[in-house]
T-cell receptor, first 114, second 115 residues
């Protein structure tokens, strides 16, 4: 079985400060992990993914994520938050076997305070 | 271009109506997906099409009927829906359903309200 957990429903951060949105995974085998962002009344936009190789993955809009196998984590980070980063963020995992259907975490709402 | 388009953006329908949601992509992707998303919840997979054939049906009620007329189009036919079916319906596509490395690209969704 595979799953991801996002332990924080809500994260607040001041504009200009670094932000972190947490994700932990449970996968037997090598995980393929994804981050998506959803703005109000919109679909999901792909930010980045970890497949293999370098543990630090860089993605769109200045976001990056660090894959940590020992801690089974894939936290999303950005050095300096913008008000426009306020949105709902989903971590997802692709199954170890079978079709490419994503399993999503419950989501974390990020609010960047001006 | 990583665009998936969906029409309509909003849809209000009664429980006796028949309506269809449409999804289109021109990225050459051979896998297409329907997800349902309730408010403040993650998307839940409904259907997966691979090379225009239905490969996954996640025990979705028969009042939802998917159709893939060609490799670029995906429809979701709706009939006799219930108010609890009100949700955001998301379409996605990826290059290949069998390669779990492939990124799924999502459309903006259709917000459905069933009265």
């Amino acid at each position: 079985a595979q799953s991801v957990a996002q332990p924080e429903d809500q994260v607040n951060v001041a504009e200009g400060n670094p932000l972190t949105v947490k994700c932990t995974y449970s996968v037997s085998g090598n995980p393929y992990l994804f981050w998506y962002v959803q703005y109000p009344n919109r679909g999901l936009q792909f930010l980045l993914k970890y497949i293999t190789g370098d543990n630090l993955v860089k993605g769109s809009y200045g976001f990056e994520a660090e894959f940590n196998k020992s801690q089974t984590s894939f936290h999303l980070k950005k050095p300096s938050a913008l008000v426009s980063d306020s949105a709902l963020y989903f971590c997802a995992v692709s199954p170890v076997a079978g079709a490419n259907n994503l399993f999503f975490g419950t989501g974390t709402r990020l609010t960047v305070i001006p | 271009d990583t665009e998936v388009t969906q029409t309509p953006k909003h849809l209000v329908m009664g429980m006796t109506n028949k309506k269809s949601l449409k999804c289109e992509q021109h990225m050459g992707h051979r896998a297409m997906y329907w997800y349902k998303q309730k408010a403040k919840k993650p998307p839940e997979l409904m259907f997966v099409y691979s090379y225009e054939k239905l490969s996954i049906n996640e025990s979705v009620p028969s009042r939802f009927s998917p159709e893939c007329p060609n490799s670029s189009l995906l429809n979701l036919h709706l009939h006799a829906l219930q108010p609890e079916d009100s949700a955001l319906y998301l379409c996605a596509s990826s290059l290949d359903v069998s390669d779990r490395q492939e990124t799924q690209y999502f459309g903006p969704g259709t917000r459905l309200l069933v009265l």
